[in-house]
């Protein structure tokens, strides 16, 4: 079966345990009061917020940017009580952000746009993110950014179970989260360093890897070229190595929401909710 469908049918249900986990918390947020519709019921509420929220955002762009990257992404003040907890911390929330855009642009323009543009010409112009000059910055940026988030959750392990400072508390949640973002990142870099080992696995387009051309296979996929010079004489069922990263990554995506990492949505909401009220007492 094709990978893309085999994919497609995973994906879907994932997103819909994905939407599930986060409706509940969003379920339980909404029954605090609303300032202004206190008797609103939980969906008017949502309306509420939102509408709010999209006004608020277009009254001032430029504020709420600057807030998400200063006190979301890069946590400013965390900065001011540990240098090493707002290290890790910024290397694992900026990877994660820089991933998803890079990886978004390049899923949407390589695995559609190209596929469109088959049949209308129009758009023609996606080739060059396939295997024109843009591709290499996308493979380069994306391996750069994956290496960021592996750096921050190896540092976030470090801290729990080798410093160890007193105030910190570890719980079994804490190493569930670890643990699967460690796995995702070594198990991404082992695939594609077999990828590029294994030339036969682009040529048969096994893996999806018709999106990995020629330029991937050298310095600008550093991790994955690295790990490359090993596998040469090791061979492994490319369906296999599929699989043992594909699912683990949808099983982990429906995990985020009853995990910690709620607090990369919950706590944007917290800190822009009280840079806004700081704001309207001035």
């Known amino acids: 079966m094709d990978k893309h469908l085999i994919f497609y049918v995973m ?9 599930w986990g986060m409706g509940l918390h969003v379920s339980i947020w909404l029954e605090g009061t609303l300032e202004g519709a206190e ?7 949502f309306k509420i917020y939102i509408r709010r929220g999209w006004g ?11 807030i998400l990257i200063i006190e979301v992404i ?5 900065f001011g009580k540990s240098f090493y907890r707002w290290l890790a911390h910024t290397l694992l929330v900026f990877g994660f952000v820089a991933t998803f855009v890079v990886d978004m642009i390049k899923g949407f323009t390589t695995g559609y746009l190209v596929e469109f543009s088959h049949s209308i010409p129009f758009f023609s112009f996606a080739r060059v993110f396939e295997t024109g000059a843009i591709r290499p910055f996308l493979d380069f940026f994306l ?21 160890r400072p007193d105030q910190l508390r570890t719980e079994e949640e804490d190493i569930t989260t670890l643990l699967f973002i460690l796995f995702l990142e070594l198990s991404g870099f082992f695939i594609e360093g077999y990828r590029i080992a294994h030339h036969e696995v682009v040529e048969t387009h096994v893996y999806l890897a018709n999106f990995t051309p020629a330029s991937a296979n050298n310095w600008i ?3 994955g070229y690295f790990l490359s010079q090993l596998l040469q004489d090791i061979k492994i069922n490319v369906d296999f190595l599929w699989y043992f990263h594909v699912v683990p990554s949808l099983i982990f995506f429906i995990y985020i929401p009853h995990s910690k990492l709620l607090h990369i949505f919950s706590s ?3 800190v822009i909710s009280d840079r806004q009220k700081e704001l309207l007492k001035r």
């Open 221 to 223: 996929s550093f991790g």
């Open 268 to 270: 944007s909401m917290t």
């Open 143 to 163: 391996e750069f950014f994956s290496f960021l988030i592996l750096a921050g959750c190896i540092m976030a392990i470090v801290r729990r179970f080798v410093i």
């Open 56 to 66: 608020g955002f277009w009254a001032r762009p430029g504020w709420y940017i600057k």
């Open 39 to 45: 008797k609103a019921a939980k969906w008017e509420k």
């Open 11 to 19: 994906f879907f249900p994932t997103l819909i345990f994905f939407f």
């Open 74 to 78: 890069f946590h400013r003040k965390l």
